[in-house]
């Protein structure tokens, strides 16, 4: 099977985005880790298949792979780049989008500029919703991981995250520590881990090592889940610039059950086909 595709990114946070619109896709799992594997395949974070939807609201299907196969929830980079895919492609003129997704609509606005604004929905705090297994929901939760204890923030921005507060992101355990939260006991689904450093009330530094892909550039879900943590926290405003190793993304939100908005550079990097075996 030849397989058409094109490489874009967010931010560093890397895709291969197919068009399942207008070609035939069936992919495996093993297929997924092909393409996405850095040395034999195209190398990505993530696989992005934009398809047609089933709901009568939406204009399209958004599904998210995450380079070890699996499939993920949300991924608020991949989100900007769809709509900057679909108006590239020519499968839409729209500069407002609905995208079906796994857990719900969400909802992309393309401005004059060609910037991307993604509206992820409200943030989710209870705790068998993100999911982690916890007696009660709290502002932070205390996990053993290694010979450490940590107090960690735990919500869902359509998949789940921690985030830790550091002193330092440049010398954050993140390649370490990481991976040991990713697979604890306590998060059923696995989890995204975030190494937040406040540098003011308006900005923070960021890195992640995410749920079946480890460290990237810059993760927008990541991004998201962090600021609303420090914001909850008291440590930030309700707008915020948000430094990652792959460049600075905006999030802002207005509390309580209201959307969170991630916004932030996009590229088309090149398009090409690879020919899958059976």
Request: hydrophobic share 40%; net charge negative.
């Amino acid at each position: 099977m030849k397989l058409q595709f094109t490489k874009m990114h967010g931010a560093g946070n890397d895709f291969v985005v197919i068009d399942c619109v207008r070609q035939s896709v069936q992919l495996s799992q093993g297929k997924l880790r092909f393409i996405a594997d850095r040395q034999r395949g195209v190398g990505c974070d993530q696989v992005l298949l934009v398809g047609p939807p089933d709901h009568p609201d939406a204009d399209f299907r958004y599904t998210i792979f995450n380079a070890d196969g699996s499939e993920a929830g949300q991924c608020g980079n991949g989100a900007r780049c769809f709509a900057r895919f679909v108006r590239e492609q020519r499968l839409s003129n729209k500069r407002e989008l609905a995208v079906q997704t796994t857990n719900g609509m969400m909802h992309l606005r393309t401005g004059e500029d060609g910037r991307v604004l993604a509206n992820l929905g409200a943030p989710v705090f209870e705790p068998a919703d993100i999911p982690l297994t916890a007696a009660a929901h709290s502002l932070e939760y205390t996990l053993d991981a290694g010979d450490e204890t940590y107090q960690v923030g735990a919500l869902s921005m359509g998949n789940p995250h921690v985030v830790l507060q550091v002193s330092s992101c440049n010398d954050a355990p993140v390649a370490s520590l990481g991976p040991l939260i990713e697979r604890h006991e306590r998060f059923p689904e696995r989890v995204n881990v975030g190494f937040m450093e406040v540098c003011s009330r308006t900005e923070i530094k960021l890195r992640v090592f995410e749920r079946g892909a480890g460290e990237t550039q810059a993760c927008g879900t990541g991004a998201c889940a962090a600021a609303v943590h420090g914001m909850r926290m008291g440590l930030l405003d309700n707008a915020v610039t948000v430094q990652l190793p792959g460049g600075k993304l905006s999030v802002s939100w207005a509390g309580g059950n209201e959307p969170v908005w991630l916004g932030g550079p996009t590229a088309t990097v090149f398009e090409g086909a690879i020919r899958l075996r059976p």
